[in-house]
């Protein structure tokens, strides 16, 4: 089960990080990933980090703004976004799986989204 918060109305440039809980159970031992879907678009891939958190990926469109994070303690992954764009709007899901080749395409398990609007 997996519970994303975190999204709001920010404006251009502004900051705001997303976080998701994960099932104890599962979470030290699957990947990790984040996902959007804006108004009228398919729902792309984002940024993912592995089980262990040695390695992040990101879609070109959000290296350098956008970090991953996760924190095995509480169960949670984050999704920092610095520098937001409104071209960034979206409902944002996160996702885990314990295939990393899949976690940047059809991860098994979804979390309900959280919207995200970036103001011009």
């Known amino acids: 089960q997996l519970q994303a918060s975190g999204g709001g109305l920010v404006q251009a440039g502004g900051s705001l990080r997303l976080s998701c809980v994960a099932s104890?159970?599962?979470?030290?031992?699957?990947?990790m990933g984040w996902f959007r879907q804006a108004p009228g678009k398919e729902r792309e891939f984002v940024a993912a980090?592995?089980?262990?958190?040695?390695?992040?990926y990101y879609v070109d469109s959000v290296k350098g703004r956008f970090t991953i994070s996760r924190d095995t303690a509480k169960n949670t992954v984050y999704l920092q976004m610095n520098s937001l764009k409104p071209e960034d709007t979206a409902v944002y899901y996160c996702a885990s799986d314990p295939r990393w080749v899949v976690i940047t395409t059809t991860p098994t398990y979804w979390g309900q989204g959280t919207q995200v609007t970036v103001s011009s």
């Open positions: 104890r159970r599962t979470f030290s031992s699957y990947n």
């Open positions: 980090i592995t089980w262990s958190g040695g390695r992040t």
